[in-house]
């Protein structure tokens, strides 16, 4: 069983930044999708961003300008660099990934493996 691990969420002011990171393990082959969802109590998953392979990435449009996703293959990490952090962004963020290609780069359903999550709240 893949096992997804998220880390790097903490308590920051608007304006500032933040930094998460995904670590992976117990997988027999690749993990060719990756990506970052972020989840705010009584609203439905939203996804932020997918990676496939190391350099093909997809943003939603909220998170084009200020998050960049990122994939470190050999040290098997994935990380989502926020900046101009807004009290909008306070969620749950989460890491999820699938063996197969990023084909429907936003739905959860496509999604195999996700971490617990890891809690960002942004002050205003």
């Known amino acids: 069983q893949v096992h997804l691990v998220e880390s790097g969420g903490g308590s920051v002011q608007a304006g500032g930044s933040l930094t998460l990171t995904c670590g992976a393990s117990n997988y027999s082959s690749g993990l060719n999708c990756m990506a970052w969802f972020r989840q705010s109590p009584g609203k439905e998953r939203e996804w932020i961003a997918a990676i496939s392979g190391r350099t093909l990435r997809n943003y939603a449009d909220f998170a084009k300008d200020r998050f960049t996703i990122s994939r470190h293959n050999a040290e098997n990490i994935l990380s989502l660099q926020m900046d101009s952090l807004k009290p909008d962004d306070t969620a749950m963020y989460y890491c999820?990934?699938?063996?197969?290609?990023?084909?429907?780069?936003?739905?959860?359903?496509?999604?195999?493996?996700w971490g617990q999550g890891t809690q960002v709240t942004v002050s205003s």
């Open positions: 999820a990934a699938r063996g197969s290609g990023c084909t429907n780069w936003s739905a959860t359903f496509a999604y195999n493996y």
